[in-house]
């Protein structure tokens, strides 16, 4: 298990004013826990611990299996996220139809994502993407997820670079940086380089 990950960038500028930034980002990962294919049987013990395959049902699950661990917003947060997941709903869909039934199929998808939380899971692992810098992009155990403050790097090297004509992002994960620069630098050749094959392929994926 990889604890830490160091991520330098180098950018180079026209002529000879030539700039460099090194950002080293750091972050402890959680094993993945995988999602389990569930039998017949195995659904109707499930139905069995919620009050009714209801959405209000499942957003009371989540708040009695996750309330120890996370704030109340945090935790409808989790669930809002889930529901456009798996259940195509955004949250407006989900505030306006407590009483809307759920099929059996997507009633396990729902309920087997709150057991990974309670585990500590990271959400992005188990839904297996993330929201960054105007992008949904994919993430799994293999890469860091990228955090807000990643956004806001994004932000700096740009603010600092406007004029330049290539990026090399090294150890670039799921390639988030390299990504949002090449978003605001349309015009700059970016590269991004990593010595994981798993981070390279989910990268490559984005």
Known sequence: QRAFQQCAICFAQPSDSRKRKRHFASQVFRRHTALHHKSHSGAQSLTMKLADNTIQSLRQHYNNTLGKLY???????????????????????????????????????????????AKQVPLQ????????????????????????????????????????????DIGTGSGCIALGIKKKLPGATVMAIDTSQTALQIAAGN
């Not at 989900?94 to 998808?109: E, G, H, T």
């Not at 155990?141 to 090399?168: C, F, M, Q, W, Y």
């Open 71 to 117: 704030e109340p917003g945090e935790i409808s947060a989790m669930f809002e996220l889930t529901a456009a997941h798996y259940l195509n709903m955004n949250r407006s869909d989900v505030a306006l139809n407590p009483k809307l039934r759920v099929n059996q199929s997507n009633l396990i998808d729902v309920y087997d994502c709150a057991k990974l939380l």
């Open 125 to 168: 692992y188990i839904l297996g993407e993330t929201y960054f810098y105007g992008m949904t992009l994919k993430v799994g155990p293999g890469v860091l997820i990228p955090r807000p403050e990643t956004e806001e790097l994004v932000d700096l090297i740009v603010k600092h670079n406007k004029t330049a004509k290539s990026a090399l």
